[in-house]
């Protein structure tokens, strides 16, 4: 507004001032006979032409004023931003996975006030997390933009159709976010869970949706005897759990993780090949968990390609745990409340090796005939995102009555509800149902 008062007194303000000047001395002379009162005069003078010069100001300054329209508040859609026209909004050529976080002050689209299905463990909120600035990012690819989906148009799509989460518990904690998404909309109903609530059965009813959640966190079969604590694993065998509801999917998102770094013993063709962290217990050879999941990417990919019935089918990589200064049983901890940059960030090994076995099996291997598969490479912009971990925040208010902080538990890996996972929803749905 400054600016705009200038360039408009600018040209005009000193003719004024001549003219007030010069209109006042005529006034003046011909208005004061005697030159005795020539400083009286010229005060009164000096007077005037100060009060009619500001008078002037006045009212020019008021008639700018007047001309201006203040502009109505903009309220922008969380189901519909609003873009510059410019921005290429989503397109088929644009790598969703490699981009930044970028603040969003819309913050979350739902809270634990408003989305009561959030699990204990991830309502970082109820349990007294102090920080909230992790709430105000959203995920930005670099070359187009990638709008939040839209909860009610997505349950249009997915009318009358099943869409399952296959995996562990960040499969879980994924399903949840959508759900709180989707709840602002439509309230859902659980129709289902196992005896242990790990997998579960959602129907939104005004649109026949469903939604289920399976646990199958090595996806192939998988058994623990009572005899001791060790897992075996059937890497010719993929989990029934998950195979025999199949063919009732319209969409399936699957995944791998965590669970492939526990000690396990390994299981082909009727025999025992060898094991991962059986420190030659058995006297057993250590083959790794890149074997193990290895096979079981394979086994799954050939069941995808080669079954008769053809859901599209996500597949999910690795999720990157964010523990500084230990692991989950050893200390670690996680505090930070900013995202990386990009070159602050490096993938743990681990990490980095079953990626690399994800990206050989989906991205390289799928070969012909696989037009129903595709992959959801969240592990970057995940990676990014430090700050998005409940860490001690598991259980309510964790800190009081405790002297040694050091002594609680932190979780660095599964993420906050709201938080940066609601993001691989937008990511998710326009790879699935847009691309």
């Known amino acids: 507004m400054e600016q705009q008062l200038t360039l408009v007194l600018l040209p005009n303000g000193p003719k004024v001032a001549r003219f007030v000047e010069e209109t006042l001395d ?4 011909s208005s004061v006979p005697s030159s005795s009162s020539s400083s009286s005069s010229r005060a009164f003078r000096t007077f005037l032409k100060f009060f009619v010069y500001f008078s002037l100001v006045a009212i020019a300054y008021y008639f700018i004023i007047s001309s201006f329209t203040v502009p109505s508040p ?21 790598d969703l996975f490699t981009g930044d976080w970028i603040p969003d002050p819309s913050g979350p689209r739902y809270t634990n006030h408003s989305c009561p299905l959030i699990q204990d463990f991830q309502n970082c909120m109820l349990n007294g997390r102090p920080d909230v600035n992790y709430l105000f990012w959203r995920w930005k690819p670099r070359g ?17 159709k099943w869409w399952a989460f296959i995996g562990d518990s960040i499969a879980r904690n994924h399903v949840q976010s959508l759900i709180c998404i989707l709840s602002q909309v439509e309230e859902v109903v659980e129709i289902y869970h196992d005896k242990e609530f790990r997998s579960k059965i959602w129907r939104f009813p005004s649109h026949n949706f469903t ?20 897992i075996h694993l059937y890497l010719d065998r993929l989990d029934h759990k998950w195979t025999h509801q199949y063919s009732n999917f319209d969409y399936v998102v699957i995944s791998g993780g965590k669970w492939f770094l526990k000690a396990t013993i390994f299981h082909e063709n009727n025999m025992i090949t060898g094991c991962h962290y059986c420190h030659g217990k058995y006297n057993l050879t250590e083959l790794g968990y890149d074997y193990s999941y290895r096979k079981t990417l394979k086994l799954l990919r050939s069941f995808v390609r080669d079954s008769t019935h053809k859901p599209l089918v996500l597949f999910r990589t690795t999720t990157p745990d964010h523990f500084e200064f230990g692991e989950w049983n050893t200390g ?28 050989d099996m989906f991205q390289k291997g799928l070969g012909e005939g696989s037009t129903n598969f595709r992959l959801l490479d969240t592990t970057g912009m995940s990676l990014l995102r430090p700050d998005g971990h409940p860490g001690p925040y598991r259980h309510p208010h964790p800190f009081v009555g405790v002297k040694d902080k050091s002594t609680i538990q932190n979780d660095c890996l599964h993420w906050c509800l709201p938080g940066p996972i609601d993001s691989w929803n937008d990511v998710m749905v326009e790879t ?3 691309r």
Do not use: H
């Open 432 to 434: 699935i149902l847009n």
């Open 211 to 230: 939604l289920s959640v399976i646990w199958s966190p090595f996806l192939v079969k998988s058994e623990t005897f009572e005899s001791s604590s060790d």
């Open 144 to 160: 187009c933009d990638l709008p939040r989906f839209n909860p009610s148009q997505f349950l249009e799509r997915v009318r009358n």
């Open 26 to 29: 005529d006034a003046s002379s």
């Open 74 to 94: 903009v309220f922008i859609s969380l189901d519909s931003p609003t873009l510059s026209p410019s921005v290429n909004v989503s397109s088929s050529k644009c």
């Open 332 to 359: 670690g901890y996680c505090d930070r409340t900013m995202p990386f940059k990009e070159d602050e960030a490096k993938l743990k090994t681990v990490d980095d090796v079953m990626r690399e076995v994800e990206l």
